[in-house]
């Protein structure tokens, strides 16, 4: 029990970081052009996450056509998260497509947590000090994450309350996740570890297609939206490599 308990609190670091970037957004204005350049920034971490660790790893199986068809139905799985958001909007009256986009991008951050939680959970089984390495070096990727899902929210007329009631919810997916994988990973075939990561993986490569940019471009934009872009792949980038290493 005692290691479980080490496993929540090195889930619970990446959760901070997310929270306090959502803190960020709260505390200052923030522009449509400002949005757009966060946007474009936690999509570049995004897609560095899915590029540099989810299929990596999740393509070194033994058999790595299931993870691609995970990757696959992580797509239609956004389909559906899509869907229901929209579904429930439009049973409760509520706001419209660009509250629509806001919660999907909520979503898709959130599901990122959900799969920093599995490798922390996973990892920390394998050696303590790799789930610690795997959780610190996910704070400074979640901090923008963390801004760009709560200023999108701000931006889309949600409540302050709301508002930050959502960014505390973001410790429930990786928490969930790290449970899953401490508890119901670590004793699985590695091609179901590897096939959870990819699924994760496909779902958030068409949030960040679908959603952060499409969001990023909904307003006021700014020609450095690129270099945002792939400055948040490099950022992550340095994380995996320095902090891996």
């Known amino acids: 029990m005692s290691d ?70 992580g797509g239609a799985i ?36 959900f799969s920093d939680g599995v490798m922390i959970g996973t990892g920390t089984v394998v050696n303590p000090a790799l789930g610690l390495l795997l959780a610190v070096g996910q704070v400074p990727a979640d901090v923008p994450e963390g801004f760009a899902a709560v200023a999108t929210l701000r931006n889309a007329g949600i409540g302050r309350r709301k508002r930050i009631a959502m960014a505390a919810g973001f410790a429930v997916p990786i928490l969930l996740g790290a449970t899953i994988g401490y508890w119901a990973l670590r004793d699985a075939p590695e091609i179901v570890t590897l096939s959870v990561l990819a699924l994760t993986g496909g779902a958030l490569t068409a949030v960040v297609v679908e959603e952060m940019i499409s969001e990023a471009h909904e307003g006021e934009t700014s020609r450095l939206g690129p270099v945002f872009l792939t400055a ?14």
């Open 232 to 245: 948040g792949f490099a950022l992550f980038g340095a994380i995996s490599v320095y902090l891996g290493a």
């Open 78 to 113: 956004f389909i559906g998260l899509d869907r229901m958001i929209g579904f429930v909007q439009a049973r409760t009256g509520g706001g419209g497509e660009k509250q629509s986009g806001a919660f999907a991008i909520f979503s898709g951050v959130s599901m990122d947590l």
């Open 4 to 73: 479980f308990l080490l496993v929540l609190a090195l889930a619970a670091l990446p959760a901070a970081g997310n929270f306090s970037g959502g803190v960020l957004a709260e505390l200052f204005p923030v522009s449509e052009r400002a949005l757009s350049l966060a946007l474009h920034l936690a999509a570049g971490i995004v897609l560095a996450v899915v590029g540099l660790e989810l299929m990596p790893e999740a393509l070194g199986a033994g058999l790595p056509w299931i993870p691609l068809l995970a990757f696959v139905a």
